[in-house]
């Protein structure tokens, strides 16, 4: 089991938290723009990387805030945390 | 006959067996006052007045006075604890205070029951199902803290006491506290237990 | 006179008690400290059990959790029986009852031995070859013998009688074995002050000092046993330092967590009741301390599986720990020094002891002991077969080449009555290895040792190849020290121990010794039959890496998961492939270390608290009405109200008509509710539903759907604007916490910029549903404040109000088609108005329902229930719901409604059915085809998602979603039914009231 | 080539088994293949092997990174069903049951197929609704499977829990007779055995570093032992498929998910069929060694280490012993970790790519063993006419574009 640590509330166990899947997906400002393909990318297209990946955590039974990790799918190590709002750089810090 | 339903009323815990002179004792107090506060730094300056303590701003802090008692849920998100019957009251004192501030002030006593535990083995008890550190060291004194105790949302509030004796108000959502009591009752039963009702 | 092999005094057993027991029906006598395995071999019961395959007589190998052979089915009765129980784990209780396994028949002549005579025919595989033909065979004739042959113990048949907890724990020092690495470990990390856990399966701590002599070796000037006392003395000085003793560190998984296992009574004969069988610890560790030993090598020559033929640190265990000589005349065969010190022991126990050294010129101090003792060194010589059936007899020793080659020639045959092998040691890596640590082959030491790690932990003493005794305590301390150090305390300065033992010489491995005599067979994997013919035909085969050797052959796949045999296999394998050990690989170890107890995962998620029981506050008052509860997500809800003799199509139909023609209440409090404040709610709104909220006024109220961003409706209901900036937000019962959850990740993560704060307040109400052209009056009768007229509240209207006192809102809606009320008052005070208004409607026929009604009541007006209408590929324009769909504004999910196939005309769309037979009711889920009897595979052109039979029709009649159904209204289809199909007409989704004067009454 | 027999057997147990040839050679990678697959997993052995026996098509490489079998293959409960709800995944699946009910012979390999059958039970009434539309369905499609009470599955799976007051009482279930199980790592062996035996490569140890594409085609693969030419190429990588079509510049609809399972001590026969229990997650059948076979959950962040957490296990377990209370002694002896492609709708995607000559396979989530034939079959026919097989024609990557999605997960998945 994880240890996660929230921005808010430091390391805890993964079980009072909820994964979200890839970070930084931002929603398309005009849909109707888009082309099928295009807004395919956006829902269902995904990086799964093997190796270093921002990821989406809601400390469901705790504060309840959204943030940012950075994980090595590899090894399962975090990087960092992030509160939302706040972007890891590129060595994912 | 109908009658006002707490958490655990169908569990009958006045005729429910337990240990006279326990280390552990458990009740329900299904009524308290609890109101939800929402919102930023002009909310927290507009309410501490009305409040007349400090909101906990940190993980784990609780602010207390006047017989209330402040929990610090999460970065804009506080609960506020009173004795029964005053939560209509407090939440129109806090609504006045914060109007035109984005903000939310919500009744959630009859949302949430609070199940009192005392005696030395709770931290044993509570970590049956509980992922928290709950060591003197981590988990001390005023702290409020929440998690899960097993499937079940939970916030812990150490009330008072020390390592021997501590009391521990714990939190839940009303339709929970079936579960949460007879989760109590199966990790206790190893320790022995009072049912005070 | 019974326990012969007891020695007159020694060992850590208490003689001043016996404790009876039974094996086989044959009752025996032990002492408390011995194990199973001890008391049996004190008794000379070597023969134990027999081996999977070949159904080979056996005996122990070890005396411990390594122990392949001596496993028994425990006979506790009362539902506790427990197979393949290990007897060199189980501690000896009174009234003990133990069985041997896998036999056909007694254990000395089991009928399945014939097994051992067909050997040839049953190489490794030999079941991938045969029994393919005729094929009907495989499952019906072939399978069933092979499954009943193999296994071993029997499962329970009957319930568990006992109970099993959780606890969680934090802390700063783990260390896992309590040998004197671990205790040396141990103490310097409490000494810092750290929270500290040490572990050990054993009942009691010392590990390998528990099986010592101690001849020769003193620690600080004083004997072992003297310094493990003190040890034991100091352990109990430290507030925060935690010994579990029968706790088993099964499990090393990530980021530093653990699982432990301990045995709370397993070893009581009659546990105390509110005791827990078993408790899994659930550790999170700052730092470990891996101080796990080592476990000893099985030399693997032909025949070497008989009883009596053992591990020499076992008979060294069996004889110091337990005061059991396991032989009179004893051959010690071995590749290192270590087992002298069983040489020299069993010889002063009064054992006639011979070594057969394969090393040619042992120089280690233990030999030189040994030599002074007078005990034989045959040098350069190793075993090559023995003979004896139920217990070895004689051992055949040959000399060696340089290489461990036998030299062919004269065999010599040395009766005896046990045999001690040692083939040097394994360290314990189990646990790093499944910390993610990369193991490292050490020629030298001839054995797989901690490489590079991954967590935080450290390994010590004999576990990373550390064999002596000083070694053990310098690394422990040092180990303890740095974890407590990393762990954030400050170093305790401790000298380290001085330490006086006899010097090691090298070790020699010699993996196979194989006599000249054909058809020898020489065990690697003694439980799962394994010999190294077995390895040498897998790679013949062309199974090279050791993944495929060891799934082909089942080598180390047994219960003990290979602790003897993987690695003399792995070596076995390198020299049959001629290539270097670490090329051949290494087995990854997965948890568990040894099989741990289902029911100990389980822990209390058992019954009531396998999942939550989630009761409404009106519960109660429906159980007194006679409600029948269904499981809806964690809830339960009244489902229907039977009265006496009523079966449940009877009482629905009663609940049904009495809401069409007077009035019903129904308990609505399961459905989500969510508060909703701030200036931007309505914003907010426009973008989570399809369709548009800005215009919505203050007290009104509007159906909305929520789509994903697929397109596809995963949530419905109706949402009240109560204030400028207020909302409450009403969603399905087993959405609401998705939705919620839903919400706040586009409120925190997309749109910060929206002033909106959302919580939950589905507890916070209950609500109670009145229902049916009489609603009103009954609601009026205990109405204590507010004003509930047709003008003052319309439909789809929400006033604040009191009833019967209590304060309320009220919402004007209706899942039925009638007039209708929503009744919120707070949670507590639900039973109270339900019961005002209960008999306050008596005089109006007020009829309690349940789901089931509400579900026949909707179905007839044709509103959908999402997860029953919808199944997560259904669109707004499926349910011919475009009315409820925003044109102008972007909504989640809006872009993907405009995807081609959204579009296509063949899509499935909400449609009713009319069963042509009007008593005939479909089934939920029956599929909808164009012919009554369709040549198969039939096309499947739409699914039947709701179907009643209705009160008010009179006739049955079914919701469907059919492909272009909304252009087949009038078509004549068919409806699979049974075994055959049920005529349909399709119609609208809409079977009462379409222009609503119901509903607006 | 010798054939596997009784006969073979008993003569080579007179020669002490000293001349069984190896199951497949070793040979070193060549130049170039007409079809080289990446991935020596059941599903890609499958293709290769079909390729060459249907198809003809014999210049074929098969690429393992680390040992045959050793991904999902090596790793799955074995559980063989193909009693799906839409009709392009019964087609498919039951595409594959038609090839396990032929395949021991075959192969001239046993693959231990045990038609045992696969009960799914129902806890609720939307179960047991949902059960009705699958089983309706598959009698509409040819596909076997039953509608049974609580009792009557209690009567072909007597261990079953039928109190009424465990949390989730059993209300019905949906009972498969032609499913069952059959051994993971024979279904490689034998399909490597066979590919091999008609002069297909099997190459291990040869990790795949690059796809090389010259004008939207893809000619070859880099890889540790070098470069190798291809006229097509099928990428059947499983949990890696996202890494592998990465290399060709292809961004899938997947996420790679640790999945668990485990095994408990071997007991002599105590449980006759297959269980399995959406609502509670739960799935379990005995192995022919006698362990007790049981299917955990995923967890909840993507990952390649193939391991999981623990509180998986203890949750499977909770809902084993739910309905199996007789089994709370019994002790886990190995659980190990598989790593599962996911997609957005649970089904496969099988056939082209955007870019020419490499066509993927991937997607199986957490039920690909049971497809292995049919999977191996219908692409093999995909790779050698580049266009697919009417079965596998639905499995599209455009179907997310078009969103004519086959939405397995959704029928079952849905709140209530």
Redesign the interface.
């Known amino acids: 089991m994880l240890l996660i640590t929230c921005p808010h509330c430091g390391p805890r166990a993964e079980t009072e938290f909820r994964n979200g899947g890839e970070a930084g997906i931002v929603r398309p400002r005009d849909p109707a723009a888009l082309s099928d393909g295009a807004w395919t990318g956006y829902v269902f297209t995904r990086q799964n990387p093997k190796g270093r990946f921002h990821e989406r955590w809601c400390h469901a039974q705790g504060c309840g805030r959204w943030f940012t990790a950075v994980r090595d799918t590899v090894t399962d190590r975090f990087l960092s945390f992030h509160p939302a709002g706040e972007q890891p750089d590129e060595a994912g810090r | 006959m109908a009658e006002r339903i707490a958490g655990t009323s169908h569990l009958d815990l006045k005729n429910r067996p337990s240990t006279r002179g326990a280390q552990l004792r458990m009740l329900e107090r299904p009524f308290k006052a609890k109101v939800g506060l929402r919102g930023g730094e002009d909310v927290i300056r507009a309410v501490e007045p009305v409040l007349g303590f400090a909101l906990p701003r940190r993980v784990g802090e609780t602010g207390s006075g006047s017989g209330a008692h402040a929990f610090w849920i999460g970065p804009d998100d506080w609960i506020i604890v009173y004795e029964p019957g005053r939560e209509a009251q407090i939440a129109q004192a806090l609504r006045e205070a914060c109007r035109g501030l984005h903000h939310a002030v919500i009744d959630l006593s009859e949302r949430m029951t609070t199940i009192c535990l005392e005696g030395q083995p709770l931290r044993d008890v509570l970590a049956a199902g509980c992922p928290l550190d709950l060591h003197p060291r981590a988990f001390r004194p005023g702290m409020v803290l929440q998690s899960h105790l097993g499937k079940a949302n939970v916030i812990l509030h150490y009330v008072a006491g020390n390592a021997d004796r501590p009391f521990v108000d714990l939190y839940t959502n009303r339709s929970f506290a079936d579960y949460v009591w007879k989760y109590l009752e199966n990790a206790a039963r190893e320790f022995g237990y009072e049912i005070v009702a | 006179m019974s326990q012969k092999a007891r020695i007159a005094q020694g060992g850590r057993i208490d003689r001043s008690r016996t404790i009876r027991f039974t094996f086989d029906g044959k009752r025996y006598e032990g002492h408390p400290g011995d194990t199973l395995a001890s008391a049996l071999l004190a008794n000379g019961v070597h023969l134990v059990g027999r081996s999977?395959k070949y159904h080979r007589p056996r005996g122990f190998l070890s005396a411990g959790s390594e122990e392949p052979n001596g496993l028994v089915q425990l006979e506790m009765g009362g539902g506790?029986?427990?197979?393949?129980f290990k007897a060199t784990q189980i501690e000896l209780f009174d009234g003990l009852v133990a069985e041997s396994q896998n036999r056909k028949g007694s254990l000395r002549y089991d009928r399945n031995a014939v097994n051992d005579r067909l050997a040839?025919?049953l190489?490794a595989g030999?079941?991938?070859?045969?029994?393919?033909?005729p094929?009907a065979f495989?499952?019906k004739v072939y399978?069933?013998r092979?499954?009943?042959a193999?296994?071993?113990?029997?499962?329970?048949?009957?319930?568990?009688p006992?109970?099993?907890?959780?606890?969680?724990?934090?802390t700063d020092v783990l260390v896992v074995g309590a040998g004197p690495a671990g205790l040396a470990a141990a103490l310097a990390a409490a000494r810092t002050g750290a929270?500290v856990i040490l572990c050990d399966e054993q009942p009691e701590v010392g590990g390998s000092l528990l099986s010592e002599s101690g001849r020769g070796i003193t620690v600080d000037e004083v004997a072992p046993d003297a310094w493990l006392e003190r040890a034991k003395a100091e352990l109990g000085q430290h507030p925060e330092l935690t010994v579990l003793t029968r706790t088993t560190c099964f499990?090393y998984?990530?980021?530093?967590?653990l699982?432990l296992l301990e045995k709370v009574t397993d070893h009581l004969a009659d546990p105390p009741p509110?005791?827990?069988r078993q408790r899994l610890w659930?550790v999170?560790a700052k730092q470990v301390v891996l101080a796990t030993g080592a476990i000893e090598r099985p030399l693997v020559f032909p025949d070497n599986d008989r009883p009596g033929i053992m591990l020499a640190s076992a008979a060294r265990t069996y004889l110091n720990r337990f005061g059991v000589l396991v032989g009179r005349e004893v051959v010690v065969c071995t590749s290192d020094d270590s087992a002298y010190d069983a040489a020299l022991d069993l010889q002063g126990a009064g054992a006639k002891v011979t070594v057969v050294d394969q090393r040619h010129t042992p120089i280690g101090e233990r030999v030189v002991h040994a030599q002074t003792a007078g005990i034989t060194i045959l040098r350069g010589q190793g075993p090559v077969g023995s003979q004896g059936r139920f217990r070895v007899a004689q051992l055949h020793v040959q000399a060696l080449d340089e290489a461990g080659r036998p030299i062919m020639g004269r065999v010599q045959a040395l009766s005896c009555d046990a045999v001690l092998m040692c083939g040097g040691w394994n360290p314990t890596v189990h646990l790093f290895s499944q910390s993610?640590g990369k193991l490292r082959w050490d020629e030298g030491l001839a054995a797989f040792v901690p490489g590079e790690g991954?967590q935080e932990e450290r390994s010590a003493g004999a576990c990373r190849g550390s064999w002596t005794l000083a070694e053990a305590l310098v690394e422990g301390l040092a180990a303890g020290t740095e974890a407590a150090v990393a762990a954030g305390f400050e170093a305790h300065p401790t000298p380290a121990p001085a330490v006086r033992e006899p010097v090691l010489g090298p070790h020699q491995p010699v993996w196979l010794l194989e006599g000249d005599r054909?058809?020898q067979r020489a065990w690697v994997d003694f439980q799962n039959d394994v010999t190294a013919?077995d390895l040498k035909?897998a790679n013949?085969?062309?199974?090279?890496?050791i993944?495929?050797v060891k799934?082909?052959t089942?080598n180390g796949?047994a219960?003990d998961?290979g602790k003897t045999s993987n690695v003399t296999g792995l070596a076995i394998v390198a020299e049959n492939l001629s290539r270097p050990i670490p090329e051949i690989g290494t087995t990854t170890f997965?948890?568990?270390y040894t099989?741990?107890?289902?029911?100990a995962?389980?822990?209390?998620?058992?019954?009531?608290?396998?999942?939550?029981?989630?009761?409404?506050?009106?519960?109660?008052?429906a159980e007194r009405q006679g409600a029948v509860f269904?499981?809806?997500?964690l809830?339960k809800r009244a489902w229907y109200f039977p009265k006496p003799g009523e079966d449940m199509h009877a009482a629905v139909e009663r609940e049904c008509r009495a809401v069409r023609n007077a009035v019903g209440m129904f308990d609505a409090t399961t459905l989500g509710k969510i508060?909703i404040?701030?200036?931007d709610g309505a914003e907010f709104l426009n973008r989570i539903y399809t369709n548009a909220w800005s215009k919505l006024g203050i007290g009104k109220c509007r159906y909305g759907l929520m789509l994903r961003?697929?397109?596809?409706v995963?949530?419905d209901g109706v949402t009240t604007r109560i204030g400028e900036q207020h909302f409450h937000m009403t969603t399905?019962?087993?959405?609401a916490a998705?939705v919620l959850?839903w919400l706040?990740?586009w409120l925190?993560?997309?749109w910060?910029e929206l002033?909106v704060?959302l919580?939950?307040?589905?507890?916070?109400?209950a609500v109670i549903a009145l229902q049916g052209p009489k609603a009103r009056d009954v609601l009026q009768a205990v109405l204590t404040r507010g004003d509930i007229s047709k003008e003052a509240l319309p439909h789809l209207s929400m006033t604040e109000a009191e009833v019967a006192g209590i304060p309320a809102r009220i919402f004007r809606i209706s899942f039925t088609g009638e007039l209708g009320f929503e009744v919120n008052v707070?949670?507590?005070?639900?039973?109270?108005v339900?019961?005002?208004l209960h008999r306050a409607g008596q005089p109006f026929g007020i009829t309690p329902y349940g789901t089931e009604a509400m579900h026949v009541l909707r179905a007839e007006k044709g509103y959908i229930?999402?997860?029953?209408e919808?199944?997560?590929?259904v669109t707004p324009q499926d349910l011919g719901m475009d009315w409820a769909v925003s044109k102008q504004k972007?909504f989640l999910g809006?872009?993907?409604l405009s995807?081609?196939?959204?579009l296509s005309p063949d899509r499935k769309q909400l449609v009713g059915l009319l069963p042509v037979d009007p008593k005939l009711v479909p089934?939920?889920?029956?599929?909808i085809?164009e012919s009554p009897k369709?040549k198969?595979?039939?096309k499947?052109i739409g699914?039947v998602t709701s179907s009643y039979h209705s009160a008010s029709l009179g006739r049955s009649f079914a919701l469907a979603l059919l492909s272009g159904g909304r252009a087949r209204h009038g078509q004549r289809l068919w409806v699979?039914h049974g075994d055959g199909t049920a005529e349909v007409e399709v119609t609208a989704p809409v079977f009462i009231d379409p222009e609503g004067a119901r509903l607006h009454g | 080539m010798t054939r596997f027999s009784i006969f073979s057997l008993a003569r080579n147990a007179l020669s002490g088994h000293a001349n069984w040839p190896a199951y497949w050679r070793s040979p070193e990678p060549k130049r170039g293949y007409d079809v080289v697959i990446i991935g020596g997993g059941g599903h890609g052995l499958a293709t290769a092997y079909y390729l060459a026996k249907v198809h003809k098509v014999t210049n074929v490489a098969v690429l393992e990174r680390g040992w045959l079998g050793g991904g999902n293959t090596g790793r799955n409960t074995t559980i063989c069903r193909s009693n799906y709800l839409y009709d392009e995944s019964a087609a498919l699946y039951d595409h594959a049951m038609q090839l396990w009910e032929g395949l021991s012979a075959e192969l001239n390999y046993n693959v231990m197929f045990s038609q045992r059958g696969v009960l799914m039970l129902a806890h609720n009434t939307h179960d047991l609704q949902i059960a009705r539309r699958t089983v309706h369905a598959n009698r509409l499609n040819g596909v076997d499977n039953e509608l049974l009470t609580a009792e009557e599955a209690k009567a072909f799976c007597p261990q079953l829990n039928l109190s009424k007051d465990i949390r989730y009482p059993v209300m019905g279930a949906a009972l498969q007779r032609r499913g069952g199980t059959a051994r993971h790592d024979a279904v490689a062996w034998g399909y490597a055995r066979g590919a091999d035996r008609l002069g297909v490569d099997i190459i291990q140890n040869c990790e795949v570093t690059g796809i090389r594409v010259e004008g939207g085609r893809a000619v070859g693969v880099e890889t540790s032992r070098g470069y190798i030419a291809a006229g097509r190429i099928g990428c059947v990588a499983a949990g890696h498929s996202s890494v592998v079509a990465g290399m060709a510049g292809i961004e899938l609809p997947l996420e790679s998910f640790p999945l668990q399972a485990l095994v408990s001590e071997p007991v002599k026969p105590a449980f006759p069929c297959v269980v399995m229990s959406n609502t509670i997650h739960a799935y379990i059948s005995q192995s022919d060694k006698g362990e007790l076979v049981i299917g955990a959950g995923t967890d909840q962040y993507i990952s390649y280490a193939q391991r999981g957490g623990m509180q998986i296990i203890e949750h499977t377990l909770e809902a084993i012993l739910e309905l199996f209370p007789i089994f709370s002694r019994m002790r886990m002896l190995r659980s190990w970790a598989g790593i599962v492609d996911v997609t957005p709708d649970r089904s496969p995607i099988i056939g082209r790519t955007p870019v020419d000559n490499f066509f993927i396979n991937c997607g199986w989530g957490t039920g690909g063993f049971k497809a292995t034939p049919g999977s191996g079959h219908v692409f093999a026919h995909t790779l050698a006419h580049g266009e697919p097989h009417p079965i596998n024609a639905p499995f599209t990557l455009d179907r997310f574009v078009n969103g004519r999605l086959i939405d397995e997960a959704a029928a079952a998945a849905v709140a209530h």
């Open positions: 999977f506790r029986t427990d197979p393949n040839h025919f190489p030999f079941y991938y070859k045969t029994f393919k033909w094929a495989w499952t399978e069933p092979i499954r009943a193999a296994g071993l113990g029997k499962a329970p048949t009957a319930p568990d006992d109970r099993y907890l959780h606890r969680h724990v934090w929270r499990g998984y990530d980021h530093n967590y699982g509110d005791l827990p659930r999170r993610r991954m054909a058809g013919k035909l013949r085969e062309g199974f090279r890496s993944e495929h799934r082909y089942t796949m219960t998961q997965r948890p568990p099989p741990t107890t289902f029911g995962f389980a822990g209390p998620s058992r019954g009531d608290l396998f999942d939550p029981v989630r009761r409404t506050p009106m519960h109660g008052w269904e499981d809806v997500g809830w508060d404040q701030g200036k961003e697929d397109g596809m995963f949530d399905t019962t087993g959405g998705g959850a706040e990740s925190q993560t997309e910060p002033q704060y919580t939950s307040v589905t507890e916070q109400w707070p949670a507590s005070y639900g039973e109270i339900t019961d005002a229930i999402v997860g029953q919808t199944d997560g590929t972007d809006k872009r993907s995807r081609p196939d959204m089934g939920e889920g029956a599929q085809v369709p198969l595979p039939a499947m699914h699979s």
